[in-house]
Nanobody
Framework: QVQLVESGGGLVQAGGSLRLSCAAS????????MGWFRQPPGKEREFVAA????????YYANSVKGRFSISRDNAKNTVSLQMNSLRPEDTAVYYC???????????????????WGQGTQVTVSS
């Protein structure tokens, strides 16, 4: 079993930056791809970014490409999302997600993830 806990959300002005972190428990962390999703108010959950188990491959939604960066530290069981040049449309609850044990490749599909954090709110003011 893997537990994921996000932190780092908050209120920021447009153009600002935030760094989200996700701490994972469980020995399988380094064997699984990880991802970040978000759910804007009144909308469905959407893919943001993903990273392979090794950290060598990353994948981004077009809406955040060039502004957000995903990384992981397998020694510390953490995955991070650096968010720069934030826009009001980035306002959402952000979720960390983990794929099953041994699933090393990335996917943008929420159904491809077995573990989810509780979410952290990011609000970008104009």
């Amino acid at each position: 079993q893997v537990q994921l806990v996000e932190s780092g959300g908050g209120l920021v002005q447009a153009g600002g930056s935030l760094r989200l972190s996700c701490a994972a428990s469980g020995r399988t962390f380094g064997s699984s791809a990880m991802g970040w999703f978000r759910q804007p108010p009144g909308k469905e959950r959407e893919f943001v970014a993903a990273i392979s188990a090794s950290g060598r491959i990353t994948y981004y939604a077009n809406s955040v490409k060039g502004r957000f960066s995903i990384s992981r530290d397998n020694a510390k069981n953490t995955v991070s999302l650096q968010m720069n040049s934030l826009r009001p449309e980035d306002t959402a609850v952000y979720y960390c997600a983990g794929r099953g044990y041994g699933t090393t490749t990335t996917t943008a599909t929420p159904a491809g993830y077995d573990y989810w954090g509780q979410g952290t709110q990011v609000t970008v003011s104009s």
